[in-house]
T-cell receptor
């Protein structure tokens, strides 16, 4: 069966520090992968999505970037965090073959101080 | 692009009553409509979904209806229980969008015992 992992689970970082969040999927190949951010008490904002290795589409211009170095690995990065980057970061996947059904990872809770 | 509006933002019901959450979408090309339940501090979980070739789908106490002409879809929960308390999100996507989901703003459902 398919499983999606995210780490770290929680992170507290100072303003101006770098960021790297990782997402990996098991049990499937060539998935579509997505990064969402959820601010406290708010909805889900799509940040990036990827349909294959090295293919990244950005939905919202900001100080974040994403990379997909391997088929089942998706990384969210920042060179300098802002206070407004605080939130719950969720990775999601969709089978690359035929389905629209999207499943979320457990998330990373980021607090920027 | 697609826009999804969700109402109400908060909903309080007595245990055993029914709850209805409504969403409207703007793009007539959208053809897949999932609903997610998110408990506090956890990832969104898919609870039911419907495709545009179906008008209604039911799974035990949960049902979703779709009106393509009016471009709206609704989540119905019958015989509500305290464990149904959570934030519910609707979403829409269209074929060829590579699984991109556009989410509604969320509805916080509270079921009072």
């Amino acid at each position: 069966s398919q499983t999606i992992h995210q780490w770290p689970a929680t992170l507290v970082q100072p303003v101006g520090s770098p960021l790297s969040l990782e997402c990996t999927v098991e049990g499937t190949s060539n998935p579509n992968l997505y990064w969402y951010r959820q601010a406290a008490g708010r909805g889900l904002q799509l940040l990036f999505y990827s349909v294959g290795i090295g293919q990244i589409s950005s939905e919202v211009p900001q100080n974040l970037s994403a990379s997909r170095p391997q088929d089942r690995q998706f990384i969210l990065s920042s060179k300098k965090l802002l206070l407004s980057d605080s939130g719950f970061y969720l990775c999601a996947w969709v089978s690359g073959i035929s389905t629209d059904t999207q499943y979320f990872g457990p998330g990373t809770r980021l607090t920027v101080l | 692009g697609e826009n999804v509006e969700q109402h109400p933002s908060t909903l309080s019901v007595q245990e055993g009553d029914s709850a209805v959450i409504k969403c409207t979408y703007s793009d007539s090309a959208s053809n897949y409509f999932p609903w997610y339940k998110q408990e506090l501090g956890k990832r969104p979980q898919l609870i039911i979904d419907i495709r545009s070739n179906v008008g209604e789908k039911k799974d035990q106490r949960i049902a979703v209806t779709l009106n393509k002409t009016a471009k709206h879809f609704s989540l119905h929960i019958t015989e509500t229980q305290p464990e149904d308390s959570a934030v519910y999100f609707c979403a829409a996507s269209q074929a060829g969008s590579r699984g991109k989901l556009i989410f509604g703003q969320g509805t916080e459902l509270s079921v009072k015992p």
